[in-house]
């Protein structure tokens, strides 16, 4: 899912941030791993080194808490191909980002028999927002965090922003604050204190709706090029604008492959269903 990705690049590009804020020190010397495992191929979301310490950080990432193979044997799974690869201590962290009640959020471990593997779980909506907000690195994540008053949170996320000094990494945290932010809460309320510009500037946004285009040409090569780009479409639509209603799908079913197109094209300035229910109505009126 984006929001898994979003978590994923941040990992990457900024391990420091991570590594402090998850063993909670000041500063770590830290080494990134592959996150490809051998055996039938896995990928983990994130490796570290951490040669200090003598051990290996490994993070996961999760907006739902579903997962096939259940989470707890998938982090089994990964401990023992990183223990046969590496023999070292491993920490793992399961950092579960969208607010739920189900009982998986709240299993840290995997038990079969006699086999006992534990390991660390982190519900973002309980964690405290203050230490999320003092790295550029972890705002995506602090607008996620426990709060009473969440206009105020966003407001604060939104100045640190504005701090961010590096025009690339502020356009790139900027979009991965505005997208995660999507899973808590209500698009205007987001747009009220985040600037939309940010976004889509950001050469990591473009990478994401780029890889979505790619995406889509791979269905339509092996689903047909109308079906493949109509799912790229209602991607698209579905995170720029929310949910596609199923009267909105039908309609859309009904473009051809050129008006898929020129969807494509215009999709990124819309801001609500109205400019697409506009748009529609466009080329109704086009064909009449």
Not at 231 to 252: C, F, K
Request: glycine letters at 4%; aromatic letters at 8%.
């Amino acid at each position: 899912m984006a929001y898994d990705n979003i978590c994923r690049y941040l990992a990457q590009a900024y391990p420091v941030s991570f590594a402090c804020w998850l063993l909670n020190v000041e500063a770590i010397e830290i080494q990134p791993l592959p996150t490809e495992l051998s055996l039938e191929p896995i990928r983990s979301d994130a490796l570290y080194l951490l040669p200090e310490r003598g051990q290996i950080l490994h993070l996961e990432f999760q907006t739902v808490p579903s997962s096939s193979p259940p989470l707890p044997l998938r982090m089994l799974d990964y401990w023992v191909r990183l223990y046969r690869k590496y023999e070292r201590p491993i920490e793992q962290v399961v950092i579960f980002l969208k607010e739920t009640s189900s009982p998986t959020v709240y299993v840290e471990q995997f038990t079969v028999g006699r086999t006992v593997h534990p390991y660390r779980v982190v519900r973002v909506w309980e964690q405290d927002p203050s230490p999320l907000l003092e790295s550029p690195a972890l705002l995506p994540l602090a607008v996620l965090a426990r709060t009473e008053a969440p206009q105020v949170l966003l407001e604060q996320v939104a100045n640190r922003i504005d701090r961010i000094e590096g025009q690339e990494q502020q356009q790139n945290i900027s979009a991965c604050v505005e997208i995660l932010a999507r899973i808590k809460f209500d698009r205007n309320l987001i747009r009220q204190f985040l600037r939309e510009d940010l976004m889509r500037e950001s050469p990591l946004y473009q990478e994401i709706l780029q890889e979505g285009l790619q995406q889509g040409l791979q269905q339509g090569l092996q689903q047909g090029l109308q079906q493949g780009k109509l799912d790229t479409v209602v991607l698209l639509l579905n995170n720029r604008i929310g949910t596609m209603t199923p009267d909105l799908q039908a309609q859309l079913q009904q473009l051809s492959i050129a008006e898929l197109d020129d969807l494509c094209r215009v999709l990124l300035s819309f801001s609500s269903t109205t400019d697409l229910l506009i748009w529609l109505q466009a080329q109704q009126e086009t064909h009449n």
